[in-house]
């Protein structure tokens, strides 16, 4: 069974950073494209970064570029996601997804993930 398990949210400060994880287990994700997405309160889930199975290729949504950087560590078969220059707006629950199979790109819509984790929140404090 497949798992994807969040962590590392939290309440920060407006200009401060968090870094999130994502854990994978039930298989292996290292030839996987990965991806982020969030979530805030009345608004539907936003695309927030994807990662090539290698590392070597990522893709940012406009809001977050330049200030979030999505990196993995197979042997781990983690993903992560570290924030900086968080501000408000970047208040959400944040999801890690996976595809149902390794094929394809980076992928930046809902559809084409297939495993979802629970969500860890994410509160940035002005």
């Known amino acids: 069974q497949v798992q994807l398990a969040e962590s590392g949210g939290g309440l920060v400060q407006a200009g401060g950073s968090l870094r999130l994880s994502c854990a994978a287990s039930?298989?292996?994700?290292?030839?996987?494209?990965m991806g982020w997405f969030r979530q805030a309160p009345g608004k539907e889930r936003e695309f927030v970064a994807t990662?090539?199975?290698?590392?070597?290729?990522?893709y940012y949504g406009d809001s977050v570029k330049g200030r979030f950087t999505i990196s993995r560590d197979n042997a781990k078969n983690t993903v992560y996601l570290q924030m900086n220059s968080l501000k408000p707006e970047d208040t959400a629950v944040y999801y890690c997804?996976?595809?149902?199979?390794?094929?394809?790109?980076?992928?930046?819509?809902?559809?084409?993930?297939?495993?979802w984790g629970q969500g860890t929140q994410v509160t940035v404090s002005s």
């Open positions: 990662i090539y199975w290698s590392g070597g290729s990522t």
């Open positions: 997804a996976a595809p149902a199979s390794p094929s394809g790109g980076l992928r930046t819509r809902e559809y084409e993930y297939a495993y």
């Open positions: 039930g298989r292996t994700f290292s030839s996987y494209v």
